[in-house]
């Protein structure tokens, strides 16, 4: 897992995963336009910061872009459901990505039992969404510090700071734990 020298880490929240249901997009457009619906509780320690699937709020579009305009096989049809992670953009803005550039994005399959190495990415902030299965991140904002655990579970999404050192593993003996990670400059 990366810190096996180290003691037993403090384990921050191991409770079952949940998420709200969607909000209608009227809800969330509301009379003044867009809203910040990521206002909803966050975790900060150090360089990390850790949203639970329950706290994020999801909307309901129905159709997302809907496009009347357009010829019927660009229109919009149905109904989508978004989850806004993390947005800088104008009415849902949260001020905690303004000045980063796109780097990489990675699809990463942790096997069964498998688990990354500690690691650092100077000058690179790095998003996790977990997409499937089940995991623990480990954390520390330096070589010298406390680690701190936390469960990764599907809908989680953690923000994690370019100097701050950290581990993923994969807790399930038998299924994959499936995140797209995108590092930020």
């Given at each position: 897992m990366g810190f096996e020298d180290e003691e037993d880490?403090?384990?921050a929240d191991d409770e079952q995963p949940w998420e709200p249901e969607p909000i209608s997009q009227e809800a969330f457009l509301g009379p003044e336009g867009?809203?910040?619906i990521n206002r909803a509780p966050l975790d900060r320690v150090s360089g990390v910061i850790y949203k639970r699937a329950a706290h994020i709020k999801r909307v309901r579009y129905t159709p997302l872009a809907p496009s009347p305009e357009a010829a019927p096989p660009w229109q919009g049809q149905g109904e989508a459901v978004v989850r806004w992670l993390f947005?800088?953009?104008?009415?849902t803005e949260e001020g905690i990505l303004q000045g980063r550039c796109f780097q990489c994005l990675l699809d990463v399959a942790l096997l069964p039992g498998a688990a990354t190495g500690q690691q650092?990415?100077?000058g690179q902030d790095?998003?996790?969404?977990v997409l499937e299965g089940q995991g623990r991140l480990y954390h520390r904002p330096s070589a010298s510090s406390p680690v701190v655990?936390?469960?990764l579970r599907r809908g989680d999404a953690v923000l994690i700071s370019g100097d701050e050192f950290y581990s993923v593993e994969n807790l399930d003996d038998a299924a994959l734990l499936r995140m797209i990670v995108l590092r930020l400059g």
């Open positions: 880490p403090v384990v867009l809203s910040n947005s800088e953009e104008p009415g650092a990415h100077a790095s998003i996790l969404y655990a936390r469960p």
